[in-house]
């Protein structure tokens, strides 16, 4: 989540952090991470250089964070949303 918590974007993530977690695997509890800052840039920097690689972190974002040249992409994506399920 690349905005700061107590907005609109954290209540949407929030709520979805409730639900979703009943259809994945394992039903695992799943965690809203607020990343704010940079744009965006701290949370995608998040995703790619610490994030697990194995599906279990996914994140959310503003359309401006989808620019082609920040993803090496020359077309938009959709805007997901990014929790972590907790493994305990």
């Given at each position: 989540m690349p905005s700061p918590s107590g907005g609109s974007r954290d209540v949407y993530a929030s709520v979805v952090a409730r639900q979703i977690g009943k259809y994945l695997p394992g039903n695992p509890?799943?965690?809203?991470?607020?990343?704010?800052?940079?744009?965006?840039?701290?949370?995608?920097?998040?995703?790619?250089?610490?994030?697990?690689?194995?599906?279990?972190?996914?994140?959310?974002?503003?359309?401006?964070?989808?620019?082609?040249?920040r993803l090496g992409l020359i077309q938009r994506r959709p805007v997901g949303i990014c929790l972590e399920p907790s493994l305990n």
């Open positions: 509890t799943v965690i809203v991470k607020n990343m704010p800052g940079a744009g965006g840039d701290i949370m995608l920097n998040f995703l790619y250089h610490r994030a697990k690689k194995d599906g279990s972190v996914f994140a959310t974002g503003t359309n401006a964070m989808y620019r082609p040249q």
